[in-house]
């Protein structure tokens, strides 16, 4: 069974920019969390979309947006990059089957904001 | 608010000793899970354990245990006879229960666990 698949692995962009990440979750999952994870402020999270609905939301800016479709996969946006927003960006989807499953993580976006 | 609080910001030991990563949650809830996850070098977190707030038993998997107390609320994570694979970033956390929290989970800062030959 794939793991949770997150692309691309390694991204730059220029202050200012936006940029799109991508999150295919585990076959079956339809729980889709996202979260950042810097040295200074760690693992925050963003937010959950489950079933293409955001049921759960961290404190993060508007700038920071995301959305998931029919087969569950999930894009999160970040419009108007600043150098703060560098960090890992991991995705983890969940069983569907209840609540406060375990989370399969996958290995993260990279960003790197210039 | 919740809070998981990991004070062991990096612990070094030599193969085959036994090390404890301690965690420390603080929640109003009287429902609730803890996790912890394991993060590798290549970024990934990997899932060890999850245990709800009515479970209290000890639990051992292999060279891996856990000690849930409520009454400290703390939630240690024990290897046994460590390996250099052992080497790694280690995260505990938290979250609410209830099909309107979602699976939103609270991280505590790590503990970088580096297992010496």
Redesign the interface.
């Known amino acids: 069974k794939a793991g ?1 698949t997150q692309t691309p692995r390694y991204l730059i962009k220029t202050r200012g920019q936006q940029v799109t990440l991508s999150c295919s979750p585990i076959s079956g999952h339809r ?1 889709v ?1 996202w ?1 950042q994870q810097t040295p200074g402020q ?4 963003l937010f ?1 979309y ?1 079933s293409e609905t955001q ?2 939301k ?1 404190n993060f800016p508007g700038r920071f947006s995301g959305r998931q479709f029919s087969n569950s996969r999930s894009e999160m946006n970040v419009s108007t990059l600043e150098l703060g927003d560098s960090a ?1 960006y ?1 995705c ?1 989807s ?1 069983n569907p089957s209840g ?10 976006t ?1 960003l790197t904001v210039v | 608010a919740q809070k998981v609080t990991q004070a062991q910001t990096e612990i070094s030991v030599v193969e085959k000793e036994d090390v404890t990563l301690d965690c420390v949650y603080e929640t109003r809830d009287t429902t609730y899970y803890l996790f912890w996850y394991k993060q590798p070098p290549s970024g990934e977190l990997v899932f060890l354990i999850r245990r709800n707030s009515f479970d209290e038993q000890n639990e051992i998997s292999g060279r891996y245990s856990w000690n849930f107390q409520k009454s400290t609320s703390s939630f240690n994570f024990t290897i046994t006879a460590s390996q250099v694979v052992d080497s790694a970033v280690y995260f505990c956390a938290l979250s609410e229960v209830g099909e309107s929290s979602g699976d939103k989970l609270t991280f505590g800062t790590g503990t970088r666990l580096a297992v010496r030959p």
């Open positions: 949770v729980s969390s979260y760690g693992l925050q999270f959950e489950f049921r759960n961290g890992l991991l983890a969940s609540v406060n499953t375990e989370a399969f993580f996958g290995q993260g990279r």
